[in-house]
């Protein structure tokens, strides 16, 4: 069993950038893809971006295009949210998740494992 420990939420404000952090327990944590998901208010959650155990692949949602990075550190049991030019409509709480699979889910059903989440707020 993985269990999950995003950081790094906060408020900042359009434009600004932050970095999510997401600590896995375990000894496997190069066994699994990793993505991360987030949720605004009345909305479902969503997928942002993904990561094969390697690191060597990455896959992302069209809204984060660009701005958002995914990064892994097997040696930490880490991954890494870097979130840059940011705007209001990503508020939300962003979600950390890991899959014991070679592929890279990018839906929810992928995953099996789940953080609390960390909220991010930005401010126009």
């Known amino acids: 069993q993985v269990q999950l420990v995003e950081s790094g939420g906060g408020l900042v404000q359009a434009g600004g950038s932050l970095r999510l952090s997401c600590a896995a327990s375990?000894?496997?944590?190069?066994?699994?893809?990793m993505g991360w998901f987030r949720q605004a208010p009345g909305k479902e959650r969503e997928f942002v971006r993904a990561?094969?155990?390697?690191?060597?692949?990455?896959y992302y949602a069209d809204s984060v295009k660009g701005r958002f990075t995914i990064s892994r550190n097997n040696a930490r049991n880490t991954v890494y949210l870097q979130m840059n030019s940011l705007k209001p409509e990503d508020t939300a709480v962003y979600s950390c998740?890991?899959?014991?699979?070679?592929?890279?889910?990018?839906?929810?059903?992928?995953?099996?494992?789940w953080g609390q989440g960390t909220q991010v707020t930005v401010s126009s």
């Open positions: 998740a890991a899959a014991l699979t070679s592929a890279v889910p990018t839906t929810e059903d992928g995953y099996d494992y």
């Open positions: 375990g000894r496997t944590f190069s066994s699994y893809a």
């Open positions: 990561i094969s155990r390697s690191g060597g692949s990455t």
